[in-house]
T-cell receptor, first 111, second 110 residues
Framework: DAKTTQPPSMDCAEGRAANLPCNHS???????VYWYRQIHSQGPQYIIH?????ETNEMASLIITEDRKSSTLILPHATLRDTAVYYC????????????WGLGTSLAVNP | DAEITQSPRHKITETGRQVTLACHQT?????MFWYRQDLGHGLRLIHY???????NKGEVSDGYSVSRSNTEDLPLTLESAASSQTSVYFC?????????FGPGTRLTVL
């Protein structure tokens, strides 16, 4: 299973876009990129996932580079409630089954 | 609404005792997972199941067991609790897309 590298912490001003990077240089051709977040001791929450193309939903956008070795999660207008640990994970083809979790990025949204 | 629940939410036990943590989901998902989360380690996979009667070991399975007798439940058993198993335990389920997580069980082994 491919591993990911994320910065341990980031800050963002409320109302601004938060751009969270992730490196996954060993990703396999059939592995998806998943993003989750965990708000203070709650269970992790799914945000978005993608294979090759950029994706957008009501929570965020996911930009995957053409070589698929890195990606960026974008929270377009960060709020204080977006303060959380964000995890970037690569995992099984088309079926989010076994995932290997790293330490994630602790995002602090400041007023 | 479909959901995934864990019980108990908090548990204190003694070294050597057998402990079972419950996980129940009403999503009708085939895939279920148990993780533990400790400071400095993120989430680590303990056991997982891809369907009834199917169980698999994760990266930190020693001292834990699971059984899957129906789609809805995947109980996690600590055969003989050790202080090193003090942790927060999360259960998750997946139907082929994202994983849905329970609220977690905080286990303390004294």
């Amino acid at each position: 299973d491919a591993k990911t590298t994320q910065p341990p912490s980031m800050d963002c001003a409320e109302g601004r876009a938060a751009n969270l990077p992730c490196n996954h240089s060993t990703i396999s051709g059939n592995e998806y990129v998943y993003w989750y977040r965990q708000i203070h001791s709650q269970g992790p929450q799914y945000i978005i996932h993608g294979l090759k193309n950029n994706e957008t939903n009501e929570m965020a956008s996911l930009i995957i580079t053409e070589d698929r070795k890195s990606s960026t999660l974008i929270l377009p207008h960060a709020t204080l409630r977006d303060t959380a640990v964000y995890y970037c994970i690569v995992g099984g083809a088309g079926n989010n089954r076994k995932l290997i979790w790293g330490l994630g990025t602790s995002l602090a949204v400041n007023p | 609404d479909a959901e995934i629940t864990q019980s108990p939410r908090h548990k204190i036990t003694e070294t050597g005792r057998q402990v079972t943590l419950a996980c129940h989901q009403t999503w009708n998902h085939n895939n279920m997972f148990w993780y533990r989360q400790d400071l400095g380690h993120g989430l680590r996979l303990i056991h997982y199941s891809y369907g009834v009667q199917d169980t698999n070991k994760g990266e930190v399975s020693d001292g834990y067991s699971v059984s899957r007798s129906n789609t809805e439940d995947l109980p996690l058993t600590l055969e003989s609790a050790a202080s090193s198993q003090t942790s927060v335990y999360f259960c998750a389920s997946s139907g082929g897309g994202e994983q849905f997580f329970g609220p977690g069980t905080r286990l303390t082994v004294l």
